[in-house]
């Protein structure tokens, strides 16, 4: 899919309203981004733009890029160290997988809002907002 048509299908607003209510009781970042190019391996080349975009220097390493390429259809989601220790395997797996199940129904911001919803959650009990 051409990023424009996708970019296009997608409610901007509702993603940016997610992210806010994820990143209200964490101090964890959750960032999505959405390529225009066509990559050969999703996670290496979210684990590349999570370098490029800096993430990594939040000061809880408590970040997270839900990256998209729909020029080759595919979509990684990758946290930092401090996340994944936390959080573990079957987390990232359960995100994408459920990611997966929308986006093959063709509900790109649903997917999207889910998966920012599940990881709010997760950052919320790994890494509260301190009072």
């Given at each position: 899919?051409?990023?424009?048509?996708?970019?296009?299908?997608?409610?901007?607003?509702?993603?940016?309203?997610?992210?806010?209510?994820?990143?209200?009781?964490?101090?964890?970042?959750?960032?999505?981004?959405?390529?225009?190019q066509i990559v050969a391996d999703a996670l290496?080349?979210?684990?590349?733009?999570?370098?490029?975009?800096?993430?990594?220097?939040?000061?809880?390493?408590?970040?997270?890029?839900?990256?998209?390429?729909?020029?080759?259809?595919?979509?990684?989601?990758?946290?930092?160290?401090?996340?994944?220790?936390?959080?573990?395997?079957?987390?990232?797996?359960?995100?994408?997988?459920?990611?997966?199940?929308?986006?093959?129904?063709?509900?790109?911001?649903?997917?999207?809002?889910?998966?920012?919803?599940?990881?709010?959650?997760?950052?919320?009990?790994?890494?509260?907002?301190?009072?």
């Open positions: 899919m051409h990023p424009e048509h996708f970019l296009s299908r997608l409610q901007h607003d509702q993603i940016m309203e997610a992210i806010h209510r994820a990143e209200r009781d964490t101090t964890g970042k959750i960032h999505v981004f959405v390529s225009h290496i080349a979210a684990q590349q733009r999570f370098e490029t975009m800096k993430i990594h220097e939040l000061p809880h390493h408590n970040g997270i890029l839900i990256f998209v390429a729909p020029r080759s259809q595919s979509f990684a989601v990758v946290g930092d160290q401090a996340v994944h220790d936390r959080v573990g395997d079957a987390a990232w797996q359960e995100v994408a997988k459920n990611m997966t199940h929308h986006f093959r129904q063709s509900q790109y911001t649903t997917g999207i809002v889910s998966a920012i919803e599940q990881l709010g959650e997760l950052l919320a009990v790994h890494f509260p907002k301190q009072a």
